[in-house]
């Protein structure tokens, strides 16, 4: 079956410095999704992506946050200049249309670690 | 903005036993998603409903939304080790536009062979 795929599993990071979160949306979907757990916490949408555009996002997607799908298959989230607070597992999501029955399909996740 | 709470916040099982996670929101719900997620892995996709009233099962697992769409059930028959794990319900954000979800906090399920 077809799934998303995330790399790296785990990113250690020391604050300040940039980084890169890749995912591989399955091959058909056209909505592309970014949300994040901190330890303990609910998961937070964090940015939706649709025709090579931004399409939504919430108040924690702010300047130091950036999303891009350089190909016609990766979808990468990037961090400019990490603090310590995004700390948090990173998971891509992916959906097929825009219709309310589709269901959107979760990768396993980047836990990004950041010194 | 559209709230979720789920209960119990953890269930402890004995193998065989039957159990129930409670998903409410503060708004009407127009989709709402049960996923699974093991620790330090993704969510996977379990079931979606839509309708007030809504029934569906898949395996030993029933989800229900009732007819004022602000309550679902995730009920598991018979629940086995490969049952545990973290149970997220999600809902289309009511102010979304792009379907994005708000989840709950989880309920954590632990089955005892």
């Known amino acids: 079956e077809p799934e998303v795929t995330q790399t790296p599993s785990h990113q250690v990071t020391q604050m300040g410095q940039e980084v890169i979160l890749r995912c591989v949306p399955i091959?058909?979907?056209?909505?592309f999704y970014w949300y994040r757990q901190i330890l303990g916490q609910k998961v937070e949408f964090l940015v939706s992506f649709y025709n090579n555009e931004i399409s939504e996002k919430s108040e924690i997607f702010d300047d130091q946050f950036s999303v891009e799908r350089p190909d016609g298959s990766n979808f990468t989230l990037k961090i400019r200049s990490t603090k310590l607070e995004d700390s948090a597992m990173y998971f891509c999501a992916s959906k097929g249309d825009r219709g309310s029955n589709q269901p959107q399909h979760f990768g396993d996740g980047t836990r990004l670690s950041i010194l | 903005s559209q709230e979720l709470e789920q209960s119990p916040q953890s269930l402890i099982v004995q193998e065989g036993k039957n159990l129930t996670i409670n998903c409410t929101s503060s708004?009407?719900?127009?989709?709402l998603y049960w996923y699974k997620q093991k620790y330090g892995e993704g969510l996977i996709f379990l079931m979606m409903l839509q309708k007030g009233g809504e029934e569906k099962s898949h395996e030993k697992i029933t989800a229900k939304l009732d007819e004022k769409k602000q309550q679902s059930s995730l009920h598991i028959t018979a629940s086995q080790p490969s049952h545990a794990g973290i149970y997220l319900c999600g809902a289309l954000n009511y102010g979304g536009s792009q379907g994005n979800l708000i989840f709950g906090k989880g309920t954590k399920l632990s089955v005892k062979p």
């Open positions: 091959s058909n979907h056209l909505y």
């Open positions: 708004k009407t719900l127009y989709g």
